[in-house]
């Protein structure tokens, strides 16, 4: 968990990851200013530690003298390149230009602005100072692309053509001969306004091009056969789910990981969280998921098995609910109406597995950090058509005309068996809560209100069973960012 402490309590900005040796580098921009570029260090790849800032806007007069935006770590020519986004003071924000620095050690960087940089947009392909509706150019976000030993730029722009709030396109820039030249879009769906922080990743002999989408909020992908395209959709497109932003791709080792921020309640321009990585996987059709990172085995500190977990106390006292506790199964019925099944969580941090099955019809799920009057999240599990839904649920002392909290956070889909029952996988880490199905991550958020000391499961109108449960203890989040909502 990783977020910026300013005044406005949202200044992490886009960001970038890349891994050297046994530590992963992280920079990410500083929102609202965008004055530098912000370097930290990790090495588990989830908790940060602050160290020299990378780059700064020019002196006065130079093309980068007003703000940084979006940039891409790689390495190339024995040295490590920084592509990223510049703009002028002189331009009033309407001209979003690229450029280039250098660095020896990921620590201390140069500007060179060596070839033709400082890009910006030009046509035919894209938009320019005589083709601009929108009277501000949109060419930002690069991301470096080696493929058959030539070097490529994909950029997030704008088409020179078609629906003024569907000009949004991946861009593509080669070098050649020591010049970057614009090519035609790598990806023009005629659907967005702009397709944010693009990057592409090439998996058993097929390119998949990630795009972050301002209008829901949402990191799709599309895949081609070829790198050059052209670049199709499956019939659902969403690798993340809504309220996750600006992802970008990094290889470490056999694993292929994913970074991306989180914006709290789902809001452009409110409070982001770097969340923890996730891998990207491929089912046997070709289509991308997401699976749980495989560096949480590493932050186990002990596991307790379901025979030895806390008592089970029936919440809500349902007259019409019954449970019965086996040392390998539990099961749970609710006749009538909601009953939460908690138990006192053995740590704040956590990861729970088990299986569960849905023995009856009826409405189940699970509770999260909720107290003793069920105020807390509640995640609902529909068996029949896999659809999970996490909301904010309890009482709201600050409104006595509406006494409740009924917020919904994410919902996400699975592919439910026909024999309802699934593997699942909850993590609880700081204010992190991370939900896999049979080895897919279908929920991944932050989320600051409820701190209560009880999980479980709950039932209504359903016979719920749970089996070979284990909860394995993770070590406390590193603070020295604020990983607390302020007060």
């Known amino acids: 968990m990783y977020t910026g402490s300013g005044f406005r309590d949202w200044e992490i900005g886009d960001i970038e990851v890349f891994k050297m040796d046994d530590t992963y580098h992280l920079f990410h921009l500083i929102i609202p200013n965008h004055d530098y570029i912000a370097h930290a260090v990790s090495k588990d790849g989830y908790n940060w530690r602050r160290v020299k800032n990378a780059l700064f806007v020019g002196h006065p007069g130079e093309w980068d003298d007003d703000m940084l935006w979006t940039m891409d770590v790689s390495e190339g020519d024995g040295v490590y390149e920084m592509y990223y986004t510049g703009l002028k003071l002189s331009d009033k924000g309407t001209i979003q230009k690229i450029g280039r620095a250098k660095s020896h050690n990921l ?50 722009g704008r088409s020179s053509h078609g629906p003024i709030s569907r000009r949004g396109c991946v861009g593509l820039a080669k070098l050649e001969d020591e010049e970057w030249v614009l090519k035609k879009p790598l ?12 990057c592409i990743v090439q998996i058993n002999d097929r390119f998949y091009l990630l795009g972050s989408i ?15 395209g052209p670049y199709l959709s499956f019939h659902s497109d969403v690798l993340m789910p809504q309220g996750n932003y600006a992802a970008r791709i990094i290889q470490d080792n056999e694993h292929v990981l994913i970074y991306n921020f989180y914006y709290l309640n789902r809001e452009i321009n409110y409070k982001r969280v770097l969340p923890p990585p996730k891998e990207v996987a491929v089912d046997q059709k070709g289509r991308l998921y997401l699976k749980s990172f ?10 307790i098995y379901q025979p030895d977990f806390a008592d089970v106390i029936p919440t809500f006292k349902n007259s019409t609910a019954s449970m019965e506790i086996q040392s390998q199964k539990w099961t749970f019925q609710s006749i009538s109406g909601y009953e939460a099944y908690a138990f006192q969580k053995p740590a704040d941090n956590f990861i729970w597995e088990g299986e569960l099955h849905l023995e009856g019809m009826g409405k189940s799920g ?17 068996f029949v058509n896999g659809y999970v839904q996490i909301r904010r649920w309890g009482f709201n ?19 439910p068996s026909p024999d309802r029952k699934i593997q699942f996988r909850l993590i609880r880490y700081g204010y992190y809560i991370e939900l896999s199905i049979d080895d897919r991550v279908i929920l991944t958020l932050v989320d600051y209100q409820f701190e209560g000391d009880l999980i479980g499961l709950y039932s209504a109108s359903s016979i719920l069973s749970m089996s070979n449960s284990r909860i394995h203890i993770l070590g406390e989040p590193e603070t020295e960012y604020a990983v607390k909502d302020s007060d």
């Open 294 to 303: 495989y560096g949480w085995e590493n932050n186990i500190q002990n596991t």
């Open 187 to 198: 990806l023009f769906p005629i659907a967005y306004d702009d397709v944010e922080c693009p």
């Open 397 to 415: 002392p600050d409104d006595y005309l509406n006494n409740f909290k009924f917020d919904n956070l994410q919902t996400g889909l699975f592919k």
């Open 107 to 156: 620590y201390d960087w140069e500007k060179e602005n060596n070839y033709n940089f400082p890009l910006t947009s030009l046509g035919p392909y894209y938009e320019n100072l005589d083709n601009n509706p929108r009277t501000w150019l949109s060419f930002r976000d690069p991301y470096r692309f080696t493929h058959e030993g030539s070097h490529y730029l994909l950029f997030c």
């Open 366 to 382: 699970f509770v999260l950090n909720i107290d003793e009057d069920g105020n807390g999240y509640f995640i609902s599990m529909d």
């Open 214 to 228: 301002r209008e829901d909020i949402k990191v799709r992908y599309w895949y081609s056969d070829e790198f050059q």
